[in-house]
């Protein structure tokens, strides 16, 4: 018997909570293998990543109408019961009866029988009440810890902090990278209007096209073909602004998947070494095979921590360290990111600028370093930077991406801004070497 969308939904929805994967990562993996049609398949996604994103205000609107604590049902009639509310309360074509019938459904069909008439019960209720948002709690209203909500207040004040938060739902739109050893903007618009998917150029970064409409981008002939490889316009950014030349030696230091180093290799034309360095063998594996794939020849690939000085790595013009960070500005992409604790990300600012600072030890004299991440927060990238200069004499900062549109004060750092920018949040920094000490 056909898995309806719901219980594919529901079985995902289980695994991510059970294993405390990325949603993102088992979504594709079962879209990837499901036959389900493409309305299915839409549905699915919207179940997993709405349910995982706004899941403080469901379980808000759900505390509202049972006798117990969410903590002491059990996990599958949890999850039927936020898959409900959230349809009922943000999925507007959803028709209320077939949201909580199909919500009873799965619990008889799930070992949850006798839970059926609370299912029945609750979101009958929510169906009747709505959204009863408490009055001035941003944590119930954005589905966000307060711990984020004040870090964000206090780095980039409220008016930012809530534009940030309502750009955390809903869809972002997929860019890739031309590459430009092969085929230019131009002549890969068309090829891909020939399959289907309709694109344009970014205004915002160079070689980049922004994806208009639906379509399974890896199993086009232009991807077969490597004419180019997923990557957000910030992180096409980042690339920009380590201005590699033909001929450079370029060091990756957190290199897998390896979207960044193959986009430096395209910015070299194929000419100069570049080294794409991961701890862990089937991640360079990845680098490997997508180099392979898009025509590149200037890439190796080396197994090595970045926090620890390797005598085997050359001395480098560039340096792409792009550290292992928290994240808080991909919450769009990986809606449970927004739930990490705070003594988590506490943890990271020492990995950083070890691996900062490591580095910093290839680099040759009038070399620059980019070091970026993923993450909005001062203690992951600012204070890093500072630090950094404080303690390093033999280095100056360097203004990156002059000319663009910058959050923040007139410094050389930028910091990308998902409700600004239209991209990942992302920060950037450079430095460069001027002596030897």
Avoid at 172 to 182: A, G, I, Y
């Amino acid at each position: 018997m056909k898995k309806t969308a719901r219980q594919t939904a529901f079985e995902l929805l289980n695994k991510i909570q059970r294993d405390n994967s990325y949603s993102n990562l088992a979504l594709d993996a079962v879209l990837e293998k499901t036959q389900a049609d493409i309305n299915d398949k839409r549905l699915i996604s919207a179940l997993v990543y709405g349910v995982v994103e706004r899941k403080i205000t469901v379980d808000y609107e759900l505390s509202l109408y049972l006798s117990q604590p969410l903590k002491k049902l059990k996990p599958q009639v949890l999850t039927i019961l936020r898959m409900g509310a959230y349809q009922l309360l943000f999925m507007d074509k959803i028709p209320a009866s077939a949201a909580i019938n199909e919500s009873v459904k799965l619990a008889k069909n799930n070992q949850a029988a006798f839970a059926s008439g609370l299912v029945n019960a609750v979101l009958h209720k929510i169906d009747s009440n709505g959204l009863k948002l408490p009055e001035n709690n941003r944590s119930v209203k954005y589905s966000c810890p307060d711990w984020l909500i004040d870090m964000w207040d206090r780095a980039y004040g409220q008016e930012n902090t809530n534009k940030l938060l309502e750009s955390s739902f809903g869809g972002v739109e997929t860019v890739v990278r031309v590459n430009t050893l092969r085929t230019d903007s131009e002549s890969l618009i068309e090829k891909l209007s020939e399959e289907g998917i309709k694109s344009r150029k970014s205004d915002t970064a160079a070689d980049a096209l922004i994806i208009e409409n639906g379509g399974a981008l890896h199993r086009t002939k232009a991807y077969a073909d490597g004419l180019f490889h997923v990557q957000d316009t910030a992180s096409q950014l980042c690339c920009q602004s380590l201005d590699v030349r033909e001929g450079d030696t370029v060091l990756d230091i957190c290199s897998a998947p390896g979207g960044k180093s193959f986009t430096l290799a395209q910015m070299m034309k194929n000419n100069g070494r570049l080294y794409s360095f991961d701890v862990y063998d089937h991640r360079l594996k990845l680098i490997e095979n997508g180099a392979e794939r898009l025509g590149i020849t200037c890439i190796s690939t080396m197994k090595n921590d970045g926090s620890v000085f390797n005598d085997n790595i050359p001395f480098a013009d560039r340096i792409l360290c792009d550290v292992p960070c928290a994240g808080l500005g991909v919450i769009r992409k990986k809606p449970e990111i927004r739930y990490k604790e705070s003594a988590e990300v506490d943890k990271l600012p020492d990995l950083q600028y070890s691996i900062l600072c490591t580095s910093a030890k290839y680099l040759k004299n009038e070399g620059i370093l980019v070091y970026s991440t993923c993450s909005l927060n001062p203690d992951e990238n600012e204070k890093i930077i500072e630090r950094f200069l404080s303690e390093h004499n033999n280095f100056s900062s360097v203004r990156v991406l002059d000319g663009h549109l910058r959050y923040g004060e007139n410094t050389d750092c930028i910091s990308l801004m998902p409700h600004i920018h239209n991209c990942d949040g992302f920060f950037i920094a450079a430095i460069k070497k001027i002596k030897d000490v």
